[in-house]
């Protein structure tokens, strides 16, 4: 793409009026850009929202970024493209050189011949009524077209050949017809003039206005016919050849009348009847102008002969470029004078003065030439302070045109000064190349304490409203001096970056910072950086300016950024996701989108207008006067690839979920694409559709079913999905323009993903059925495993029990029938010797003391014996051992033992007996030794089918967990014991206890499955 810039020189003069001419830019597109041919003959905006271009090689639609060209198509005859026209249902009408006749819609072209009743004659003009009656002309005759069919409606009969050159549809629905100059109403198939008594002289040109009435290119100027009159406008303000000589009019929306001329370029006429003219002289590429039209967004659209498509529009930035100027070289640093003069200092060029267009050179005396200036600072006491580099680097202060040389003292100015901030204090602090220094009381000081800080450049310096002094180094990150002391801020306090490139302090306390990695913000207590991944369209920024509206400004080397504030702060408390930002560019007056990187490359005058300092030359913008561009822009899904293949001709309609310019809904659904099995990469090419800054246009997509939220696209206009799983999705896409006005519902389309035969649902079903299957034979095998492990668990436990048992009833028997009696032989011989022998005598004594012993000796064996194998088991049964053990219990511990047993004898195996036995003697055991308990009771009913123990105390309680180990650890079975033994017969245990709550045991043992 060519740019041209129409920029305020120096030196230019005003006009005769008293006023600078209104400064616009001009943006031209040629072959090398897409354009198919520089020829351009016609340009029409259609309902969807692209630009189509009608050139002598080849139709082209146009989006802002790309050109597509329709060449070879079926329906389009002829590459010669002479005539566009836009019909009320939305269809493209292509007439071309050589007689061909298309009409464009729904997607393909559809050509007219002789069968269609259509001459094959060159279209000259188009007109169509609001009510959708369509009208061409021939250089032969008028026809209209109508149930596909081109019908005549006016021909010359008595001349034989008529030669219209312009028909026209007023806001009335009345056809007129400019022939051969003289212009007439087509009334009842007949040309009539209107009126009578014509007073519009010969007409050049004709065209409907668009806020009523008629516009003509008359002989002696330009005439508006409304409401029966004709008002002429600008007759002497248009030179002959621009009224005689030109192609057809056109009305914008502010009222003004553009022109296009054969040879003179293109004139615009305002409502005033003053003219602007634009022309090679003025940026236009060419002199020759076939075509004009004004797009949604306010721009004009020139289509030039064998200049190509140029684009003009009002210029946001005026630019004094270095090239039109006395200054050569790079401006580094912007100071405002005391009046309306600034102060520009430039690499390597030194100092210069502009007033108003005036540039004028700075001698700086005792400083050696040639000499740069890096930064520029007012000073408190009046004059500037200003830091230089070459043959000599240091401070000068310039005032009252003196030039006052500050010495270096000492090797503390030791290199290049790069950044000067002058402190509320009288304290001049001076970034250098080589770390910091500063001058208080005409002293110098180095900074040597903090060691990070050594030997670092030093960027940039600002003061906080709190008097603590900000320092931005190159590759040390951000250090701030406060009460004396030094603070280092770092990406783990939220700055992002080490590179410090600007700072802007704001008096409520807020303190901003441009890093290599995006802006920061000081509150006053926390840093947040953002970056592009927050919405800003560049990270670094080289100078921060605030325009006092609510916006901060960064010049950064891709452009320039302004900012909303709000919206930085709304992203900071996580209330939105995106910054609002607009992106200016070259196309908006820049003299370079790169701003250049000295130390005060912007400042903010006292005007309240912005200046910025790029490599290309001064840009100046006033805040004040900028309007946003409300019109968001119109989004189109282009076409889907699947592979890199065009999956479906229904995704390239430009009507894809797109909406119309009055923002009513498209009919017609979204289309849907089928991407078939084994489809690994999925690309769906879109479009914003906004020609104010077309390359500043961002984008955001999803894909639902498959993007949890919206992805953030940026300039890109394609979306690329790898590997999707079979289903249906829904791609929706929106755009924003270059003031960050969004679409609301974008375009759509739907993406259907088909399976392959592994991934359908009953393909998968079947293999669930299978794996399930498998897993539930496994989980068969496994329980049975596991059951079979139980059960020769269990039968070894029972064994092992039994034998423990059957070992015990013997000993016990041994210790009862042999050991028991030979004690109780001994204690009655004992006994006798006493009775036969003396009482006096000391062996009674010894004797007596041997059936003592004797006696407790065979107690001793009855209770072992008993704790072995009670014996009422086998004796009296299992109801009244219970009972006697409760007893028992009862008698030898003083612990009261209440025992309700119902008949339960011979309900059990002899080994199941003894098993229940033994649960219900650790059980009460436990009681004894850990509850702490009163009272207890057993409590042994008998049920349908099993019977059920219940073991009850007054106790401590426990926590269960707690009290299982704490057992287990005191050496005792425990509950442990007695689960394994509920286990054994097949039974069930409960647990309930609390601390304070006393314990309760609840076994329930079946009957039938251990019955004997």
Not at 11 to 23: I, K, V, W
Not at 696 to 725: C, I, K, N, S
Not at 962 to 968: D, I, L, P
């Amino acid at each position: 793409m060519l740019a041209f810039l129409f920029v305020a020189q120096a030196g230019q003069p005003a006009d005769a009026a008293g006023r600078m001419p209104e400064h616009y830019s001009i943006d031209v597109w040629q072959v090398e850009d897409g354009l198919p041919e520089n020829t351009v003959t016609s340009i029409v905006q259609t309902p969807d929202g692209y630009l189509w271009v009608g050139t002598l090689g080849g139709l082209a639609r146009f989006d802002g970024v790309r050109f597509t060209t329709f060449a070879q198509v079926p329906g389009l005859g002829s590459q010669r493209v002479t005539q566009l026209h836009l019909d009320p249902a939305g269809g493209l009408w292509v007439g071309m050189e050589y007689g061909q006749l298309s009409r464009y819609h729904g997607g393909r072209f559809t050509g007219f011949s002789r069968d269609t009743g259509w001459p094959e004659q060159r279209a000259m003009t188009f007109a169509s009524t609001a009510g959708g009656a369509m009208f061409v002309s021939t250089s032969q005759a008028v026809y209209r077209f109508e149930d596909g069919r081109f019908h005549p409606v006016f021909t010359d009969a008595a001349a034989g050949v008529a030669v219209p050159t312009q028909v026209v549809a007023d806001e009335a629905d009345r056809i007129w017809i400019n022939r051969e100059g003289k212009v007439g109403v087509l009334e009842d198939g007949a040309w009539r003039p209107f009126p009578a008594n014509p007073p519009f002289g010969f007409t050049h040109r004709l065209t409907r206005g668009r806020h009523g009435g008629l516009w003509l290119s008359l002989h002696g100027g330009v005439g508006r016919w409304r409401d029966g009159r004709l008002t002429m406008v600008g007759e002497t303000a248009l030179p002959r050849a621009a009224l005689t000589d030109g192609q057809d009019l056109m009305e914008d929306s502010l009222g003004r009348l553009w022109l296009p001329s054969w040879k003179l370029g293109l004139y615009c006429l305002l409502p005033d009847g003053s003219v602007q003219h634009f022309s090679r002289g003025e940026g236009m590429p060419e002199d020759s102008v076939r075509a004009v039209l004004e797009d949604r967004e306010g721009n004009i659209w020139a289509g030039m002969n064998n200049g190509g498509l140029a684009r003009i529009r009002p210029q946001l930035f005026h630019s004094l470029e270095r090239s039109n100027s006395a200054l050569t070289n790079i401006v580094f640093a912007l100071a405002q004078e005391e009046g309306e003069g600034m102060l520009l200092g430039s690499r390597g060029n030194g100092l210069w003065r502009m007033e108003g267009n005036q540039i004028t050179y700075v001698t700086l005396e005792a400083v050696p030439e040639p000499f740069g200036v890096w930064t520029i600072i007012p000073s408190r006491a009046g004059g500037h302070w200003a830091g230089v580099y070459g043959l000599w680097s240091g401070v000068v202060r310039l005032h009252e045109g003196r030039v006052e040389r500050i010495e270096k003292g000492a090797a503390v100015l030791r290199d290049n000064v790069m950044a000067l901030c002058e402190a509320r204090d009288g304290t001049l602090w001076i970034g250098t190349q080589r770390g910091l220094c500063w001058r208080r009381d005409g002293v110098f000081y180095q900074h040597e304490t903090e060691e990070r800080l050594r030997s670092l450049a030093v960027r940039t310096l600002a003061e906080g409203a709190d008097g603590s002094i900000w320092l931005g180094t190159m590759g040390g990150g951000l250090f701030r001096h406060h009460d004396g002391r030094f603070t280092h801020v770092g990406p783990d306090d939220g700055l992002s970056g080490d590179w410090i490139t600007a700072l802007h302090a704001e008096t409520n306390g807020v303190v901003w910072a441009g890093t290599s990695a995006g802006l920061g913000r000081w509150n006053g207590f926390r840093w947040v950086t953002l970056s592009t991944q927050h919405g800003l369209p560049e990270a670094a920024a080289t100078t921060l300016l605030d325009d006092g509206l609510g916006h901060l400004w960064l010049g950064t080397g891709r452009g320039i950024v302004r900012l909303a504030k709000k919206s930085f702060e709304a992203v900071a408390a996580g209330d939105r996701r995106q910054v609002e930002s607009t992106a200016y560019s070259r196309s908006d007056g820049l003299a370079s989108i790169q701003v250049a990187g000295g130390g005060v490359p912007g400042l903010r005058t006292r005007d309240g207008r912005l200046w910025f300092a790029t490599i290309g030359g001064l840009s100046v913008v006033n805040p004040h006067e900028l309007t946003a561009n409300p019109v968001p822009p119109q989004v189109v899904i282009e076409e889907a690839r699947v592979d890199g293949v065009e999956a479906a001709p229904a995704a390239r309609k430009s009507k894809v979920g797109a909406r119309t310019s009055a923002g009513s809904s498209i009919e017609e659904p979204p289309p849907v694409v089928e991407v078939p099995p084994r489809g690994r990469q999925v690309e769906v090419h879109y479009t914003g559709l906004s020609f104010t800054a077309p390359e500043l246009v961002r984008f955001r997509y999803r894909l639902e079913g498959y993007d949890g939220q919206w992805q953030e696209a940026g300039t890109r206009r394609v979306a690329y999905y790898q590997g999707l799983p079979p289903g249906r999705y829904r791609f929706q896409v929106i755009a924003a323009n270059n003031d960050g006005v969004w679409s609301e519902e974008g375009a759509v389309l739907g993406l259907v993903v088909r399976a392959a035969i592994w991934q359908t649902a009953w393909f998968r079903a079947s293999i669930a059925g299978l794996l399930a299957g498998l897993a539930l034979l496994f989980y068969r095998l496994r329980i049975t495993q596991l059951e079979r492990q139980q059960a020769a668990q269990r039968e070894f436990s029972r064994r092992l029990i039994a034998s423990q048992e059957q070992e015990r009833k013997r000993i016990a028997a041994e210790l009862h029938d042999s050991l028991g009696q030979d004690l109780l032989v001994i204690k009655n011989r004992a006994a006798m010797a006493v009775q036969s022998g003396s009482a006096g005598k000391p062996e009674s004594g010894h004797l007596e003391e041997i059936s003592r012993v004797a006696a407790q000796a065979l107690e001793e064996v009855r209770e072992i014996s008993h704790n072995l194998r009670p014996y009422q088991l086998d004796r009296l049964g299992l109801t009244r051992a219970l009972r006697g053990l409760a007893g028992t219990i009862a008698a030898s511990t003083g612990l009261r033992c209440v025992a309700d047993v119902a008949p339960v004898d011979r309900l059990f195996a002899p080994e199941t007996e003894i098993n229940l036995y033994r649960v219900v003697q650790e059980g009460l055991n436990n009681i004894v030794k850990h509850a702490g308990a009163t009272e207890a009771r057993v409590t042994v009913e008998r049920l349908e089918s099993r019977i059920s123990v219940r073991i009850e105390d007054n106790g401590r309680g426990f926590d269960r967990e707690a009290g299982t180990e704490a057992t287990a650890r005191s050496g005792g079975m425990g509950l442990s014991g007695i689960a394994e033994r509920v286990c054994m017969l097949n039974g069930r245990l409960r647990v309930e206890s609390a601390p304070g709550r006393g314990t309760r045991l609840l076994i329930d043992v079946p009957v039938g499955e251990t019955a004997r």
